[in-house]
């Protein structure tokens, strides 16, 4: 417990510990919106294809920054996206073939780039692989800072768009009938989750930093049906799992962050799938029981009834 | 010689999964198999810290039940009111976590390198050798895969028609009396082998893409089902040495190479398919002008 206390108190930990949490408030907020546009796993997608762009940056410039690295996935990113849309609308192959092609064509290149580096004279490419999995406690202040900013901005667009990203979510032609840009802010919704994804790699990584946009929101769809309510528990939802995370992995030795912060958001969203009000397994369990009792009162009330009815006849 | 046992490694990889992708991309079902590629790492480290080596039929087991676990989750969630895509991603983000969670933690004491499960080493492949009463019989990894295969096309072959139909028409099937729940976890358990049998070769991220993009690229080219898997194999045999060549000259990751071998030939066909080719419907269109 003390060596706990004493962790925190270390300032440069306060700072991860900052930068995470904020991260899975924005990622869970914005998850919100990916889960009711049904584009949860093009979270993953994009997480996967962010590789080679940040490998690229890289190898351009030889430096490991995060904001570099946030232009070269945020790139490849986009590039990802437009290639499934192209090959969606462009052929006979749907969109959950297009995605497992583009994801697993650009993680390749990813893998390939990768090991280019590390065989060729790039110096200071210790802690690349990093990526893959996430490791908060290397990220320098620095890092962190970008993070934190990036979150924030994230958080304010979605606060200051709430109402046009709520109604894209809901009802895209009606938007369109109101006249609001909807091909624009359906992008626009894109560029942010890319942006997320790309700012969890460092603290995730890449295979598992989708869960940060699904998980919490599909836990926080159990409490609620009010999307103010939803954004607002999913957002709780990611950031307790991103402290989680960041402290347990922190606390024992060789423990990669990603895992860790995952397996906070499915404990969370077990708790959810079990114990939400309406929708939740116990809840169900509860209505079904208080509905054959009562049928089975009205039942004996009618029973009850005819016989008196045949007694009086 | 050890191009000979990589290359010959490579194509039983891909034909496993050139194979099953097929019925993987008609029944819209590619990322499944993208999720059960991930989810099968659960069973793989946890067979491998009982039994202590890495091809044992204890881990094909355990991999295989992840991978109908991973299926049953997918389908309970979505029963109980989740959008498909979403279960997915809670189901294999979870498993996938609880499998590196595990090789973090237990990677000093047993020999399992995270890397080796994740990208695969298929130049190893022909160190580890099988040796039966003192007579070298070839890679163990070769012995493996060519079971694997055996396996996945009896199946395939003797419920050929079963699985067509399933695969086009499920109410149809499920009218004429097929069981279409036990097709799917059938063909689901035979994913979770493949992948298994595969990891060592080609890691279990990189599985996903032999699984998929071969039968996407053969999808493009025709539209008979018998010939699409003929198809599939073979583009996906190609990428294999085409990757295998790329990565001998440019000194990287082999698996890494098929895939993007892979993803170029899909490229091609996308481009330049007879039928369905960019291009070529942008010529005829032309000629009819």
Same mark, same amino acid.
């Given at each position: 417990m003390e060596r706990i206390w004493s962790m925190l108190a270390d300032p440069n930990m306060q700072w991860i510990f900052l930068g995470c949490t904020l991260l899975g408030l924005s990622s869970g907020v914005i998850g919100c919106f990916s889960y009711l546009r049904k584009q949860s796993l093009m979270g993953d997608t994009l997480a996967h294809a962010a590789l080679p762009g940040i490998c690229i940056a890289f190898m351009l410039t030889g430096i490991k920054s995060i904001g570099l690295f946030l232009i070269g996935a945020g790139i490849a990113g986009i590039i990802a996206t437009f290639g499934i849309g192209y090959i969606t609308r462009n052929s006979k192959l749907k969109q959950d073939a297009a995605m497992g092609i583009v994801l697993s064509a650009f993680f390749g290149l990813g893998i390939v780039l990768l090991t280019l580096i590390q065989h +060729?004279?790039?110096? &200071? !490419?210790? +802690?690349?692989?990093? %990526?893959? %999995? +996430? !490791?908060?406690?290397?990220?320098i202040a620095s890092d962190v800072i970008t993070m934190t900013i990036v979150c924030i901005s994230l958080i304010t667009i979605c606060t200051l768009l709430f109402k046009q990203f709520k109604i894209i979510s809901f009802d895209p032609g009606f938007a369109r009938g109101l006249g609001y840009p909807v091909a624009f802010l359906e992008q626009l919704l894109m560029l942010l989750i890319v942006v997320a994804v790309v700012a969890g790699i460092q603290a995730v990584g890449v295979v598992l930093v989708a869960a940060l946009l699904i998980t919490p929101a599909v836990s926080a769809r159990y409490w609620t049906d009010r999307l103010g309510l939803m954004v607002v528990l999913s957002g709780l939802f990611g950031a307790v799992s991103g402290a989680i995370g960041t402290w347990i992995s922190a606390s024992?030795? &060789?423990?990669?962050t990603g895992p860790v912060t995952v397996l906070a958001a499915t404990l969370l969203f077990v708790v959810s799938i079990l %114990?939400?009000? !309406?929708? +939740?397994l116990v809840a169900k369990r509860l209505l079904r029981k208080s509905v054959k009792q009562r049928y089975q009162r009205e039942n004996e009330l009618q029973l009850e009834g005819s016989i008196k009815k045949e007694a009086a006849l | 010689m050890s191009d000979f046992w990589i290359l010959l490694t490579g194509a039983l990889v891909a034909s496993c999964c050139g194979v099953l992708g097929v019925f993987l991309v008609l029944r819209k079902m590619a990322m499944i198999g993208d999720a059960i590629s991930h989810s099968v790492m659960p069973g793989i480290v946890i067979a491998f810290l009982l039994?202590?080596?890495?091809?044992s039929l204890l881990m094909m087991f355990a991999a295989l039940l992840c991978g109908l676990l991973t299926t049953f989750l997918i389908q309970m969630f979505q029963q109980s009111g989740i959008q498909s895509d979403a279960s997915i991603g809670v189901v294999f983000t979870a498993l996938f976590a609880i499998g590196v969670v595990l090789v973090s933690l237990y990677a000093r004491q047993v020999h399992l390198d995270q890397d080796a499960i994740l =990208?695969?080493?298929?130049? =190893?492949?022909?160190?580890?050798i099988w040796e039966l009463g003192g007579v070298n019989m070839g890679p163990k990894a070769v012995w493996l895969l060519g079971i694997t295969l055996l396996i996945i096309s009896t199946v395939i072959g003797l419920f050929y028609k079963q699985f067509k139909l399933c695969a086009f028409d499920p109410a149809l099937a499920a009218a004429i009396g097929i069981p279409v729940a036990l097709f799917h976890y059938l063909l689901m358990g035979l994913v979770s082998m493949a992948t298994v049998s595969s990891f060592e070769s080609v890691g279990a991220i990189l599985v996903v893409g032999l699984l998929i993009i071969p039968a996407s690229t053969a999808y493009l080219l025709t539209d008979r089902l018998g010939l699409m898997i003929a198809l599939s194999v073979a583009v996906g045999v190609a990428s294999t040495f085409l990757g295998y060549g790329t990565a001998v000259l440019l000194d990287a990751s082999i698996a890494g190479c098929m895939v993007c071998a892979a993803g170029f030939l899909f490229v091609l066909a996308f481009l330049f398919?007879?039928?369905?080719?960019i291009i070529i419907k942008k010529l005829r269109i032309r000629k009819l002008a």
């Open positions: +060729g004279s790039y110096g &200071n !490419q210790a +802690g690349l692989d990093k %990526f893959l %999995f +996430g !490791q908060a406690a290397s990220m024992v030795s &060789n423990l990669p %114990f939400g009000p !309406q929708r +939740g | 039994s202590g080596s890495r091809d =990208y695969g080493e298929i130049a =190893y492949v022909h160190w580890n398919s007879p039928s369905q080719g």
